[in-house]
């Protein structure tokens, strides 16, 4: 009787059998319904959160750049600043003989030593315009107005813009490790311990002699190009000298060597001045320094040609 209780009691309330397969097995029961998945964006809200993802990162790197650019531009900008006050400071008869020696070694390190490469890029260039330039005219039959062509390319625009490319991978960016590595070093800070002001005593310098270089390599830099150019035209088209020369003196004027000797000290002080401030501002040890160094190539490059492009309106657009 005890047994029968207690077998009742253990029983469950609902004795109907529970679902089967038809392989034996219980079925699966199907999870509950996820509330969650009902707010999730669907249609148009979907679409311009997909949109807004996408346009996230342009959008980050777009801000990084421009924070970057104006970063730069101030430092540069009070860069520009203590140099002029320096510059003036340097006027005065005690300092000028220190000064004036300290650009003088830096020429010579900076432009002395850049004057192979710069001939032999300059040299390339004007074989190159010549050898594209003189089949098409051939066609007309006035191969001889190449000599018209290469005087107003070559010392209006590439004579300056070649040195300038050159100058930049050549003592720009060997300026900005070489104050790189001293702010790494320590040794700025000594400087200023010693009572000598870095701005007078190393960046001074460097702009003063990166704007005398560019000028005289600009100067060089159209003398072997227009060389180089008559050469292969002699050489290659049988072109007489005495004509080259004539048709290029009828073609050019000095408002020409003009423009490109001045556009090349403008290139001079781009170099100079970014090549300086990116040295200065070094941070992170040996990997800061390649940073600046890569930085200091890239953005001489892209100011230079956005002035080249400047002028250039002003010359010819507004014929200044």
């Not at 009070?78 to 003989?97: E, Q, T």
């Not at 890029?121 to 594209?132: D, M, N, P, T, Y």
């Not at 007078?200 to 159209?222: G, H, I, K």
Request: proline letters at 5%; aromatic letters at 6%.
């Amino acid at each position: 009787m005890l047994l029968r209780s207690a077998h009742l009691v253990s029983a469950p309330a609902n004795n109907s059998p529970a679902p089967q397969t038809p392989s034996g097995q219980p079925p699966l029961v199907s999870p509950e319904h996820d509330d969650s998945s009902e707010q999730q964006p669907t249609g148009l809200a979907a679409a311009v959160a997909a949109s807004l993802a996408a346009l996230t990162g342009p959008l980050a790197f777009l801000t990084q750049w421009l924070t970057a650019a104006m970063v730069q531009a101030g430092a540069v900008g009070l860069l520009i600043a203590d140099l002029a006050r320096w510059l003036a400071r340097s006027v005065n008869p005690k300092h000028r003989k220190a000064t004036i020696s300290a650009v003088l070694i830096q020429v010579v390190r900076v432009g002395v030593r850049s004057t192979f490469i710069v001939c032999l890029v300059s040299g390339c260039v004007g074989f190159i315009l010549v050898l594209q330039m003189v089949p098409p005219l051939d066609e007309f039959g006035r191969k001889d107005l190449v000599a018209n062509i290469l005087g107003v390319a070559v010392l209006r625009e590439l004579g300056p813009l070649i040195a300038a490319i050159v100058l930049t991978g050549f003592a720009g960016a060997s300026i900005a490790a070489e104050l790189g590595t001293m702010v790494v070093g320590e040794e700025i800070e000594a400087l200023e311990a010693s009572a000598i002001h870095p701005i007078r005593f190393l960046v001074l310098p460097r702009v003063a002699a990166t704007v005398l270089a560019m000028l005289v390599l600009a100067v060089l830099s159209d003398v072997v190009s227009i060389g180089s150019g008559l050469l292969a035209a002699w050489g290659q088209f049988q072109v007489p000298p005495s004509l080259f020369m004539e048709n290029l003196l009828a073609q050019t004027k000095l408002l020409d060597f003009y423009t490109g000797v001045a556009k090349g000290g403008v290139f001079g002080l781009i170099i100079g001045l970014i090549a300086c401030s990116n040295g200065l501002r070094v941070t992170g040890g040996a990997a800061g320094v390649g940073r600046a160094t890569t930085s200091t190539v890239v953005q001489s490059v892209v100011c230079i040609v956005i002035a080249d492009l400047i002028f250039t309106y002003l010359f010819v657009v507004w014929r200044l």
